[in-house]
């Protein structure tokens, strides 16, 4: 049974940071590729960032402020989020891709964690 469980989440100050990490278990992890999405009250959930084999890739929203990186050794992906905005307050998700597709859509990935609540205030 594949597994993926998010944490790190919580209340931060607006120019403030934290680090998101997701651990899979029930996959080879190495074998995935890797997303992170985000859903805000009232929105349709989006694509935040994604790391696969080739590179990484962002949402122009967080680019330069967020950095996606990933352990292989620990099943885990991480996501730092720097210079956080009250905009960027959401319910954070990471998914695992198995089958390679674009890595922005959400129906690209087959697995999905429960959430994490990342909360900025200003």
């Known amino acids: 049974q594949v597994q993926l469980v998010e944490s790190g989440g919580g209340l931060v100050q607006a120019g403030g940071s934290l680090r998101l990490s997701c651990v899979a278990s029930?996959?080879?992890?190495?074998?995935?590729?890797m997303g992170w999405f985000r859903q805000a009250p009232g929105k349709e959930r989006e694509f935040v960032a994604a790391i696969r084999w080739i590179g990484t890739y962002y949402a122009d929203s967080v680019k330069g402020r967020f950095a996606i990186s990933r352990d292989n050794a620990k099943n885990t992906v991480y996501l730092q989020m720097n210079s956080l905005k009250p905009e960027d307050t959401a319910v954070y998700y990471c998914a695992a891709d198995s089958h390679y597709g674009p890595p922005s859509r959400e129906d690209s990935y087959d697995y999905w964690g429960q959430g994490t609540q990342v909360t900025v205030s200003s």
């Open positions: 029930g996959l080879t992890f190495s074998r995935n590729d």
